[in-house]
């Protein structure tokens, strides 16, 4: 997603039941980058970053870009929320001119297992259907990946496609908001 059109960036904190979907901080580096060093938060994304190398070339406020979202939990940063353009040069698309929005996701271990990842998502597209009408959202998740794939299905993603990327079967599915019909 581009900062270009009518969406206000970054929009007011996002408030569900148990958590906060905001813009990061510098207090939110250190999560942040445990999320990037993380081999069981990348154990089906190609492997953690080097920490030492995060440590030095991560921004005083990382991930303080359009579309990414802190995941807050009592004050502390438990994850992050995504909406991305997906790259036109992968696979995986639903419009011949590629650049779909991309739902991403990242929590730390000690997070997993509350519902914390649906109801961040959840927000977060109910977010991107307000901000968007109508555009569609995709996410791309390794068939081996149990958790990614169920919940997949839990926020009303529907397959289109499987496909071979990064040495691994990848699930391609695409979510459309519900609109109210007249």
């Known amino acids: 997603m581009t900062e270009a059109g009518p969406v206000a960036w970054p929009p007011a904190p996002i408030r ?20 990037f060093a993380s081999p069981e938060v990348h154990a089906y994304l190609g492997g953690p970053r080097p920490r030492a190398e995060l440590e030095r070339t991560a921004p005083e406020v990382p ?13 502390a940063t438990v994850g992050v929320v ?6 036109p ?12 929005t991309e739902l991403g996701y990242l ?7 509350f519902g914390y ?23 791309c ?4 990946n149990d958790r990614s794939m169920r919940l997949a299905a839990k926020l009303g993603f529907t397959e289109v ?14 979510w459309s908001p519900v609109t109210p019909s007249d």
């Open 161 to 174: 496609e499987r496909f071979e990327e990064y040495g691994a079967e990848q699930w391609f599915g695409v």
């Open 82 to 87: 995504t909406l991305d353009r997906r790259a």
């Open 117 to 139: 990842a649906a109801e961040a998502c959840a927000a977060a597209l109910g977010w991107f259907a307000g901000a968007r009408p109508g555009e569609p959202v995709v996410l």
């Open 89 to 100: 040069e992968r696979p995986g698309h639903i419009r011949p001119e590629a650049g779909e």
């Open 63 to 75: 991930g303080r870009r359009f579309g990414f979202f802190v995941i807050d939990l009592d004050g």
């Open 16 to 35: 569900t039941g148990r958590l906060v979907l905001r813009e990061p901080e510098a207090r939110d580096r250190p999560g942040i980058i445990e999320l």
């Open 107 to 113: 929590l730390l271990p000690e997070a997993w297992g």
């Open 141 to 144: 998740t390794q068939t081996a």
